[in-house]
């Protein structure tokens, strides 16, 4: 999630926001995948930090992401309570 947050934080200069906006709304969906009945996963992206990235995304003003880090955020809470 480290990394995740440095793609967001530190862009290319040269990227519009909707680009960069475009690069998270992807990779939530990939998240998405990941974290659906998948424990483990569920766990690493708790304890990398993960949660507080997304609801990070969830205050986001644009729908895409914001909706999306809600689907994340749920499937990483499924069956999971020590991510609650």
Known sequence: MADFNEMVNEADPEST???VQEAIFFALLALINLLQKNSACQTQVR???GI???MRQIRSS????KMTA???LQHSIESN???C
């Open 70 to 72: 809600l689907l994340c």
């Open 62 to 65: 644009s729908f895409e992401p």
């Open 47 to 49: 304890e990398e930090g």
């Open 17 to 19: 926001v909707e680009q």
């Open 81 to 83: 309570p020590e991510s």
């Open 52 to 54: 507080e990235t997304l």
